[in-house]
């Protein structure tokens, strides 16, 4: 697969906080090329999910790191299956996010879900999105992205994804859930969210999709190529 202008599958690291538009970007970016989408934050709300489901405490760390180590996580055709069952929408819940973001916390829990992630990339060919995959999942990625857009349109996306399903929320609850988030996820001293070195940060406020695809796919085809 060295032919000229022919696209070898790489690693591509999709990072950032909470609605800047990760899920949606990564998704269009994965298909666009043919790769294989992972999306890591999945992996922690299903802990957070089966912790809840268990009996064990969002903050008993030696627990939820067993917990984790026990059980065995896939994605097939793109949705998680978390011992051959699939969580779907219950992933999504403000439940989830809440608990995602407690659960990632633990040293025990990100040591655990280290391997997992690693081993969804092994082959290449593979958009992984999530807060540390260019810092620390994969400092080696050939492709990293930081994603970012302004508080208030990452809290109007969030709503408008909540309200399509159903739940009850207003743009100052959902703006207060996503400011507490970005402060458990940058002050956390595992692994905290922030931007590889060597990462082109992307500020999505304001973007239509279609734009931010073609500039993803074109650094990643340029890498490819290169
Ligand atoms: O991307 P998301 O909203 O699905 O992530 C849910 C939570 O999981 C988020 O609050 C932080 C955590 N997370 C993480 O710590 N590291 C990752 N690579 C992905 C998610």
Redesign the pocket.
């Known amino acids: 697969m060295s032919g000229k202008g022919r696209a070898r599958g790489v690693i591509v690291a999709i990072?950032g906080p909470?609605?800047a538009g990760?899920?949606t970007l990564s998704k269009r970016v994965a298909e666009a090329l043919g790769y294989t989408l992972v999306?890591?934050?999945?992996?922690?709300?299903a802990v957070a999910l089966w912790a809840r489901r268990r009996g064990i405490a969002w903050d008993d760390g030696p627990a939820l790191g067993a917990l984790t180590s026990e059980l065995r996580f896939a994605f097939v055709d793109g949705s998680l299956e978390v011992d051959g069952e699939r969580p779907g929408d219950a992933?999504r819940t403000s439940d989830?996010?809440l608990g995602?973001?407690r659960?990632?916390?633990h040293p025990e829990v990100?040591a655990a879900?280290l391997g997992v992630?690693r081993d969804m990339g092994r082959e290449g060919g593979v958009v992984?999105?999530?807060?540390?995959?260019g810092t620390v999942?994969y400092p080696d990625a050939e492709v990293k992205i930081f994603l970012v857009a302004s508080d208030e349109e990452r809290a109007k996306r969030r709503l408008a994804e909540l309200l399509a399903r159903g739940e009850d929320a207003s743009l100052e609850g959902v703006l207060e859930d996503i400011r507490a988030?970005d402060r458990?996820?940058e002050e956390?001293t595992v692994?905290p969210?922030r931007m590889a070195e060597d990462a082109v940060r992307v500020d999505t406020t304001g973007r239509t999709l279609d734009a931010l695809v073609e500039e993803l796919v074109g650094h990643v085809t340029r890498r490819a190529a290169g």
């Open positions: 990072d909470a609605g990760k899920s999306d890591t934050g999945a992996l922690y709300r992933l989830a996010s995602a973001s659960v990632s916390v990100r879900l992630q992984l999105e999530g807060r540390d995959i999942v988030r458990r996820d956390r692994a969210l």
